[in-house]
């Protein structure tokens, strides 16, 4: 059968067609990127999943291998799902995942390694039957939400150490393991952290932090005693299909987590992207020592569009991921090697935009760009004001979409917008006022994105942390044909959303700039480019 290329991506990866969730195990290893993903073989819906395998040498030109894991034994038959890859000094790679065994999702955990460690794509891998599965839930515990083992660290005590997603009633946990030789694991007394109301954490990741600069650090640095290091916390909640972290403290002798009291656990957390953002997983890549960022970002459209189309579900595109300088939130960039892909740069240099304004930027393939933008202000004093009771910002972007009437703002970019302007996917900020400081919104608004109607449309917003004092604010937005990623403010605030436009496609997609706003708002500087797809094959 043939696939729908209409809305297929041209740079954010996908394999050549079928379904996509979760990214596996990513690692760097003898000079290749590994990415595996929660694969379905057999058609565009969820089901008979395996581990797709991809490698590359630049995290975005890939060749698409034979799946890695496949159920083939009684431990796994029911599924191969989310799992992570840990390099043993000296040994080399060993995956654990979560086997299912029976029809009600009953889930262990299983230990792979390559079949042979000098294959530089380690294309084949074996599961010993002496050993597996590694770890089976106790009998107090619910074993059908037990899953998703992370990469584990050596501890200083003369353990492995790793996590698995679980829950228990309602609250959601992450149990801890150790193993002194990778095999035999024994869970610690209790959770390494666990959240009241929270429901199942799927997926969790833990990885230390450093306290200053962009580098990343081994998952095995643990380092607190010096106070060099946090560490990340993060869950992807089943219930609601979002994710959140939270930065704090780990304590290696008491196996325990501690959220800082500026990181709140639930609900209400932080968020890597306030838009289509799930089950993400980061390695750390020693060769150019930065911690990368791997995320599932779902379709918005129906299963029957998706078994139409024969493919569905990409991965966002792999994010540097740091701690920012103020240590209460991450900060998070796309990968240097995009740059690659760049071509046909056009620039916008002190352009005014007065209310009402909207400035096309001609002369790159808006469906498939990359645009960095940074807007200036000469005063806040038109900002309006804000009402303390807008704590949710996605409410806050639904009243105010990029058409209403604002101080300092609505402004930013109209992408994958149709001639005109029947369809359009405004990426923009706000700008309000609060007793003793000023409020950022961001929004990446769907609704008007597409004249399809049975889409989700959703107006995916988040607030911005972040100071106003040179009065400028940028945007960098990453459009492929059905997805728009958005950087705001240097990666305070990301958004990705999945969009399906049917007028503004391929060559018929423009890319402007607006302001409806009464302040004027300066583009200083833009750039913008046509992005070259990457090679797949
Ligand atoms: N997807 C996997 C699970 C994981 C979930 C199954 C998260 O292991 O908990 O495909 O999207």
Redesign the pocket.
Known sequence: RTVSKIHRTGYHFQPHRNWI??PNGPMYYNGVYHLFY?YNPKGAV?GN?VWGHSVSKDLINWKELEPALYPSKPFDKY?C??GSATVLPGKGPVILY?GVINKHSNEVQCYAIPENTSDPFLRKWIKPNAINPIIVAEHNMNGSVF??PTTAWWSEDGHWKMLI?GRSKDRGMAYLYRSKDFVKWIRAKHPIHSAASTGMW??PDFYPVSLKGKNGLDTSVVGNRLNRVKHVLKN?L?VTRYEYYTIGTYFMNEDRYIPDNTSEDGWGGLRYDYGNF??SKSFFDPSKRRRILWS?ANESDSKEDDVKKGWAGIQAIPRTVWLDSHGKQLVQWPVEELNSLREKEVKINNKKLKKGNYVEVKGITAAQADVEVTFSFSSLDKAETFDSRWVNAQDLCAQKGSKVEGGVGPFGLLTLASKNLEEFTPVFFRIFKAPNKHVVLMCSDARSSSLKRELYKPSFAGFVDVDLAHKKLSLRSLIDHSVVESFGAGGRTNILSRVYPTLAIKKNAHLFVFNNGTEHITVEKLKAWSMKSARRN
Do not use: F, L
Request: hydrophobic share 25%.
């Open positions: 969730n979760d929660q969820w999943i599924g799902w989310s979560t899953r998703d997603g799927e997926c992807s089943d799930y089950a599932w």
